[in-house]
T-cell receptor, first 115, second 112 residues
Framework: EPEVTQTPSHQVTQMGQEVILRCVPI?????FYWYRQILGQKVEFLVSFYNNEISEKSEIFDDQFSVERPDGSNFTLKIRSTKLEDSAMYFCASISRGSGANVLTFGAGSRLTVL | DAKTTQPNSMESNEEEPVHLPCNHS???????IHWYRQLPSQGPEYVIHGLTSNVNNRMASLAIAEDRKSSTLILHRATLRDAAVYYCILRAQSNTGNQFYFGTGTSLTVIP
């Protein structure tokens, strides 16, 4: 079964450092998403991406965050200057097309720990 | 954001049916009802979805109220592996795609 692959599985960084989380969506999928989940809390929407641009973003997704699809396979989330409160699981997800019958496929997540 | 309301937690005995309710009174005509679950230390995974009619798949059944303002996820025989947080989500459609907003979910405990 096709999978969404995320790397790294766990990253520890110092406050103020830049972090890039990587995702390889399912190959024929067109819509891409980043979510985050702070420990013990709900899954929160960050941003959606379609046709090489952001289609929607939440209030969490401020100027410290950016997303990119640098090539045909990778989809990255960059945090420019990490804060303690950025510590969370970050999940990438993708969907094949924009119709109601389609469902999200999630990766296993990247755990970010900011010290 | 399309809103859903679920009980925070539920318990079930192993091998008994489980009915997980969800209220979505603000649902619009084009919103699909999706259910995902998150097993401990894993990413969310798709369970089932529907629009108006009840749906069955190998994992579960989805019963949708006639007015679509509520739905129920049915696990026919709960197993220990079904212990997870179950999220009821309205898939909101926009011009630029689909948005999925998670609520707080229901944490299901399965008792052996």
């Amino acid at each position: 079964e096709p999978e969404v692959t995320q790397t790294p599985s766990h990253q520890v960084t110092q406050m103020g450092q830049e972090v890039i989380l990587r995702c390889v969506p399912i190959s024929n999928h067109l819509y891409f998403y980043w979510y985050r989940q702070i420990l013990g809390q709900k899954v929160e929407f960050l941003v959606s991406f379609y046709n090489n641009e952001i289609s929607e973003k939440s209030e969490i997704f401020d100027d410290q965050f950016s997303v990119e699809r640098p090539d045909g396979s990778n989809f990255t989330l960059k945090i420019r200057s990490t804060k303690l409160e950025d510590s969370a699981m970050y999940f990438c997800a993708s969907i094949s097309r924009g119709s109601g019958a389609n469902v999200l496929t999630f990766g296993a997540g990247s755990r970010l720990t900011v010290l | 954001d399309a809103k859903t309301t679920q009980p925070n937690s539920m318990e079930s005995n192993e091998e008994e049916p489980v009915h997980l309710p969800c209220n979505h009174s603000t649902i619009s005509g084009t919103d699909y009802i999706h259910w995902y679950r998150q097993l401990p230390s894993q990413g969310p995974e798709y369970v089932i979805h529907g629009l108006t009619s009840n749906v069955n798949n190998r994992m579960a059944s989805l019963a949708i109220a006639e007015d679509r303002k509520s739905s129920t996820l049915i696990l026919h025989r709960a197993t220990l592996r079904d212990a997870a947080v179950y999220y009821c989500i309205l898939r909101a459609q926009s011009n630029t795609g689909n948005q999925f907003y998670f609520g707080t979910g229901t944490s299901l405990t399965v008792i052996p």
